[in-house]
């Protein structure tokens, strides 16, 4: 099929997408048609077009049939228009001499009727082809990358993928805003399915990050603003103040114990509110780094002026101890950003038939690692709130998860961490140990083989989901026991469980502030609140903002060797980018025509990119091409239409609505 019409030379290419597109289009024919329309001088449909044969197809007639644009009808843009762009300049031409089509998503995928879903294709093909034929060459700009990284969290995620970036010779800026690193699993005893000491493998990462010369590690912190773009962002953080100077402490930790508290009288929110710490505290023994901070919401000090202070005195010749301290705000420049903020525990209070905060007896899974943990308020012996030793202990699977009233995603890890909890406490107590579960999830290395280990401890496995925890006795044996009442499912029969202990094994949910958090470094979030990658399988670490990527359980729930998988795999994501030395930008910004300016200033406040500023001596606004991600708000704005648009000229739209809507 070739024909041809004056000076344009439009190549158009069909693709079948395996049966994806074909099944309901009829590309040969939407080919056929196109090779009528007035300019097109080659037609052609394939099976693949954006394999190499594919795209060599392309390469092969723009120097052939010396084609000037070329339209491709296929799947998305987003997954292959920098495929096509590439192999229309591999031909020699303009890659913005080209129009993408998508009759996949658009079309093949939305509509069941054949013919119709065709002459939609038809239509789109013929729009794309009025519009590429105004398509204008247009020159990406290289601008230069700084080669420093910011990671923000420092849980496992955060620090393994600093230690990588570090380890790679980037300057990386770690900023967690507890007063230590280590994240979630700094508060675990062992870690499924191996059970090794989870602090015995993240202490000496954590130490590590410390250590680093290629690391700045600012805990107590916060991002509050972030600027710039790709390769390019200017980021403030606030430093809040641990009132211990970190350059001068040692790590003695005498002004701990030189408090006037001589004991500890405060909730220690690290232990979940089980044990009690000073106001001038370490989160854990291993905590990192290894500096003190002091709460103003409990130092006598900061509530009443009248404290003798002596936590300076017991510090010494050191005065490390700084009560005047204030925030302190830094401003630093990195090309690069990874959000490792991870997750929070589902509150189990919002499923209140299971009696959370109403039976003291009632523990959630993170309370529960806390009470094994050596570390942890009671040196790792497991002694209820009421001070007894459980001999029966009851487990509840998915509280928070896999849920129409709650969250309706599995949680991943729950069913693991289950398991392992249901393995330490019946070594630690001898009692009998009862999981309730909706389905065993162990898809894991080894996740399976553990779980046969535990029913081989003789773990007692209740397939049902508990429909309540109450302190009701029925019989003598229930009689000061909480009692789980559940279905069965295996034996269809109702249950009734007495237990000294129940523990929730809560869900996994966005953090608290992860909508503020996306708002601030202008990435997505999915409905549920976690951080949207840019292609679930092909792009899993990178978001929709260049330049920012995504690690650990802030993406989606997580265990650790995932987290720390994907910590890798940003971290090598970055190090591509700064390696590159320079990011290219876009063409498809917004300029202005100066002498048709009005200089009304309608634009510079409606940018979201801070890329408009007006030139008061030459009275017109200007548009940073670099800051501008033409996005077409000042475009749609300008009262005087003097903003345009590279690629969404008023002309090119014109054109193609005008194509969709002929009739033939
Ligand atoms: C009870 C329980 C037991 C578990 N046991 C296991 C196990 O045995 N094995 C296993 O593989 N997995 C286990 N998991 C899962 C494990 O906790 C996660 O896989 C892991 O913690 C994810 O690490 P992360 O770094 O992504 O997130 P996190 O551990 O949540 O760390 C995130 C860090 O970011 C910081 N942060 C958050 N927001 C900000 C912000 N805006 N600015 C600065 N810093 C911020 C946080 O303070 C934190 O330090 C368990 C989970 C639970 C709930």
Known sequence: MEAGNGHLRIGVYVCHCGTNIAATVDVRAVAEYAATLPGVVAAREYKYMCSDPGQELIRQDIEELKLNRVVVASCSPLLHEGTFRGAVSKGGL??????MVNIREHDSWVHQDHQKATEKAMALVRAAIRRVALHKPLVKKRVPINPNVLVVGGGIAGIHAALTLANAGKHVYLVEREPTIGGNMAKF????????????ILTPKMTSVKKHPNITLWTLSDVTQVQGYVGNFEVSITRHPRYINEDLCVGCLECIEGCVYKQAKVSDEFNLGLGKRKPIYISFPQAVPQIPVIDP???IDFKSGRCKKTCIEACGDR??????????????????IILATGYQPFDARKVPDYGYGVYPNVYTAPEVERLINASGPTGGEVILRDGRKPQAIGIIHCVGSRDENTNKWCSRVCCMYSLKLAH????RTGAEVYQFYIDMRAPGKAYEEFYHQLLAEGVHMIRGRVAEVTDWAMTKDEEGKLVMRCEDTLISFVRRVPVDMVVLSVGLVPQEDAKDVRRLFNISCSTEGWFLERHPKLAPVNTFTDGIFIAGACQAPKDIPDSVGQAGSAAAEAMVLIDTGYVEMEPNTAYIVEEECSGCKTCVPLCPYSAISFLADKKVAQINEVLCKGCGTCVAACPSGTIKQNLFEDDQIFEEIQGVLANA
């Open 297 to 299: 919401e409990t130092c």
């Open 94 to 99: 303009n890659p913005f001499c080209f129009q």
């Open 424 to 427: 330490l406490l019946k070594e």
């Open 189 to 200: 005893d062992k870690t499924f399915p191996t059970l090794d000491c989870a602090a015995c």
């Open 319 to 336: 005065h490390a101890v700084d009560l005047k301290q204030q925030p302190k705000l830094e401003s630093i420049k990195v090309g690069a």
